[in-house]
Structure formats: C-alpha cells, structure tokens
C-alpha cells in the first residue's frame, strides 16, 4: 500500500468527449429550444450522443488506417 498523496488520476479513455465540450453542446441545444426548465439531463444526453455521432462520423472518414 502506498501513501503517495501526489499520484495522478487514471487517464480518460480515448473515447472520452470532455467534461466541458459536452457542457457547451447541452447548452447551445437549451438556447435553441427556447429555455425550456427542467430538461437538464436531456439536453446533456443529446449533446454526448451528438458529439458521440461527430466523432464516429470523423474517425470513419478517415479511415481505418489513419
């Protein structure tokens, strides 16, 4: 057992969209569906899922080599 109190956290997988752009995308779709309240959780699924959707769209445009 180690008492390293400065260890670093585990990285994020690859796959990981971060914290903040999914933040940013929950928020554009809130505005544009005028503010509704209480669609918080919502809006945060649809912009992961979209961003989630982007990603794959990029990497198979890419190919699988590159």
């Given at each position: 057992?180690?008492?390293?109190?400065?260890?670093s956290?585990?990285?994020?997988?690859?796959?990981?969209?971060?914290?903040?752009?999914?933040?940013?995308?929950?928020y554009?779709?809130?505005?544009?569906?005028?503010?509704?309240?209480?669609?918080?959780?919502?809006?945060?699924?649809?912009?992961?899922?979209?961003?989630?959707?982007?990603?794959?769209?990029?990497?198979?445009?890419?190919?699988?080599?590159?």
């Amino acid at each position: 057992m180690s008492d390293d109190k400065t260890a670093s956290p585990p990285a994020p997988a690859p796959d990981t969209i971060p914290f903040e752009q999914i933040r940013e995308r929950a928020y554009e779709l809130w505005e544009r569906n005028h503010r509704p309240e209480g669609f918080e959780i919502e809006f945060w699924l649809l912009a992961e899922r979209e961003l989630r959707k982007e990603r794959a769209r990029r990497a198979a445009a890419n190919g699988p080599g590159a």
